[in-house]
């Protein structure tokens, strides 16, 4: 689709363009974002809707010498089309603030690491059949449940080619895919009438790593596991935290304090604590992105920059090099960018996002990690998020279970909790050997100890 | 009104031609195609990071045959390629159809025709981009220089023009001329190592107008003020209390603690614990709720504009109406799309909204509150002993299924034996569904009634709604705390 449209001779026809309009300009970058996409989707456990998109884009950047930005996007790809984004953006720029923490867009780069299964060529020849037989292995997980009542869910195979072009010399152009799957599956207890749901979802750059019957298997698993619940009284008991539990209170939190861009205005709970102890020694995080085939991996960043690996925990321990960059808040701070610039799509300017942000696993099994647990609480998910300006944490436990002696239990209802990350953090008693990928997400099982329950009995 | 030239093919002619092509082969069609052109302006600490503008199309051609949809979207809206993507829909209903267990039909409505326009006093379009830098950069001003505990300030301005062109299948013909805006303020206070912030916004459908009115010019002094508070604000302590909640914390409530339950989609998926209960008792007497999307009611608040959450027709063509949920504590109607009331042989009452022409419409709320009663604010509090008075909210949840859902408050004030006492931060509540509507013991007079706006998120989707209510207490709720 659209294969006509020359994206390499449109960009240097916009950078021209932006020369000969305002020829005393800093730099300028002219971003092509190329999308299509299949989207399977499942309803009261049938196939119920098919959809096929194509988002095709372009963006200018553009900076005086003052570093004042103008920005402007269009999904119509012609030449007269771009001389009006281009007009309009400089008419931004001319209207914006100066900023003398802007350095410059990045320079021209020869050095891209390689990464292999970035992109899966079976997208050229996926059919919209093949997506829904993918569909039926979660139907059949569900059907072959006799508490399994519903399932909603959907597949979607995704193909991007991105290409930044700038007046330094940059120029780098990447495709890529992303396939995911997802079921969440409502069951009912025959008895007492109670339903809960349980949800699962895979991502992967290959569509062969697509897995149904495995999804949606966990998907019943968790959904059963949040049947009986009971409210329980208040109390501070250790938490195990589940993949998931990780994710949301300690990778996702971290990949946000670590964003130079809040931590440069002071909105990290982070700031201030560069070089110094933040969490137990088995708190170890990376930032990785030239893992093969992983989804969070890419070869260049939104602006061009070659991507790679970060330290950024080491034995609890928050590196001085432990944030993520891009080229302006890197120039703000006098370091090179990380290769951490992210955009949507064409229709964002570059922000900060992580690669796979990696809790380095430990070497005790889950089994033994719930083993000596008299009474406490597997933490699956919480809806909620921390304030990241001051690591505060208090929400709901949207799934959960009781530990007694042990065992995992009964389900929680209305059961809240409170900490403070930083708490959180040092109490992390240890961490198990397996972990799970959701996304760019790498996350083993956290058990911390001494976290303050609020029940709802009295 | 003026149509956008590339609009003007959705017409008679063209519905008549695509439903000669659709023959037998499909039961129903839609395409939605939009035009749109905006700005976005984004400021911190007095500096802009980002100032935008956008030009932008977007088409979806939807299909339906015996419970299988199609959709197909498209950027390029030209009449060769429409005719060529609706093929492709077809095609793509019919096949999942003919995989799909669960037969449905779509019931045939009476065609709307019609052309609908937000009237503006300031055409967004007149405005020129420096006076849009000039209003930003005035509200970074007053929240930069509020105080010198004022640590950062952000301030995002959002405008935008939609043409928008709805056909279907039973001849509906919808052309709209929409324009809107929003403004968002955020300011970080600090003092000896605590950080606080507070953010607002305001906007609606209208011209730039909406910055002229009074909260508009007072957001950001407001939100500088809000933080500051906040940085003498203790931690709360963990607990069951009464609490009063203001009309905004009583909207949220609303809507997340029975308003997404009763999306009739949630309901047909078996997703819903209100699932069967229509015509029974699920909340005290005094209790009665509605949706209302209806344009017209800005006015009834003093303001010169649309708010959010309010529409002339869904985006399935179906009127915007006044629609009951509960009436005197007896639920009385779910939310409909086309989809959900054919199937439960009901009239749709125009809940089918979609965030852009490129996504489906899904079962949405538009306004939803609860009517006022009797008891005056002062009254409420005096007559509290030992409980918290919440105001105002910074996000909700809820799990429609297992009925469990949650808020975070932004103000949360102690209320001892009547009187009310200190400021508490980041205080989160928690409840169920249905228990919370039978723990309400008073519910506040007119004069306590009031409204927010924000965006609710649902599917990957997310659109502009407003809750509200009067001020009112619930008993027994979960309150969290780091204490």
Sequence with gaps: MDNEIDFFELASYGIRFAEKKYPSYKCAEIFVGKSQYTNIELEENSIKYSELGSDNGVSIRIYNNHGSIGFAFTNKLNKKVIEKIVTNAIKMMNAGTSDPNFKNLPEECKNYPKIESLFDDSINTLTIEDSIELIEDLITVCNEDNQAISQSGDFTANYNVSYVFNSNGVEACGEETMFSISSNIIVKDKVTGETSNGYESQVK??????????????????????????????????IVLTPKGTINLILNPIASAINAELFQYKRSFLVDKREKRIGSEH???????????????????????????????????????????????????????????????????????????????????????????????????????????????????????????????????????????????????????????????????????????????? | MVINDDLKLFDNTFIKELNRETGKKIEYWDIRATYTEGTTIDFTDQKSTEISSYDITNCGIRTFINGGWGFYVLKDISKNKIRSSF???????????????????????????????????????????????????????????????????????????????????????????????????????QKAGVIQRSINSIGGLGGFEITATEKAERLSEKTAKESIKLLDAKSPIGGKFPIIADSKLTGTLIHEALGHACEADLVLSKESVLKGKIGQKVALNDITVVDNPSMGQGKTFGLPYEIFGSYFIDDEGIPSQKTIIIENGILKNYLHNLETSSRMDLTPNGHGRASSSSSKPQVRMGFTYIEPNDWGIDELIEDTKNGILCEDFLYGYTNPTTGNFQFKCKFSYKIENGEKKELMRDVALSGMILEVLNKVSAIGDKNTFGFSSGICGKGSQSVHVSDGGPYIRVEDITVGGLN
Excluded: W
């Design chain 2, 87 to 189: 093929l492709k829909s077809i095609k793509l209903a019919r096949l999942t159809e003919s995989l799909s267990k669960n037969k449905f039909k779509i019931k045939e409505r009476d065609p709307i025709i019609g052309d609908y326009k937000i009237d503006c006093k300031i055409k967004l379009s007149n405005v020129d981009i420096e006076d849009k830098i000039q209003l930003v950069k005035n509200h970074e001003k007053i929240a930069s220089n509020y105080s010198n505990r004022v640590k950062n300030t952000r301030t995002i301005y959002m405008d935008a023009v939609n043409n928008y062109a709805f056909i279907n299948s039973f001849g509906s013909q919808v052309r709209q001329n929409l324009s809107y805006l929003r403004l968002l303020n955020v300011v970080y206070s």
């Design chain 1, 205 to 238: 750059r290959k569509l062969a790593d697509i897995d149904g019957t495995t999804t949606a298997t966990e998907a019943l698993k968790n959904a059963k596991k949040n049947l009986n619940r009971i409210k329980i009284k208040t109390k501070k008991m250790p």
């Design chain 1, 283 to 458: 708190l170890n995080i990376e930032d990785n992105a030239l893992i093969n085939g992983a989804v969070g991996s890419s070869i260049f960043d939104g602006e061009g920059i070659p991507c790679k690996n970060k330290r950024i925990i080491e034995n609890g321990i928050f590196l001085r090099t432990g944030l993520l960059h891009n080229s302006y808040t890197a120039g703000k701070e006098g370091v090179e960018s990380t290769g951490n610039a992210s955009r949507r799509s064409y229709s964002s300017v570059p922000s900060i996002g992580i690669s796979n942000l990696i809790l380095q696993p430990g070497t005790i099994p889950y089994e033994e990690m719930i083993k000596d647990i008299k009474e406490g609480i597997l933490l699956n998910s919480t809806g909620d998020s921390p304030n990241i300006a001051t690591g505060d944490f208090s929400g709901l436990i949207s799934q959960g279970n009781l530990i007694i002696d042990g065992k995992v239990e009964q389900a929680l209802n209305e059961t809240m909790f409170g900490v403070k990350l930083l708490d959180l953090f040092k109490n992390i008693e240890s961490v198990s050997r397996e972990f799970k990928v959701y996304g760019s997400y790498y996350a083993p099982f956290v058990k911390v100890d001494n976290v303050q329950i609020i029940g709802a009995k009295s």
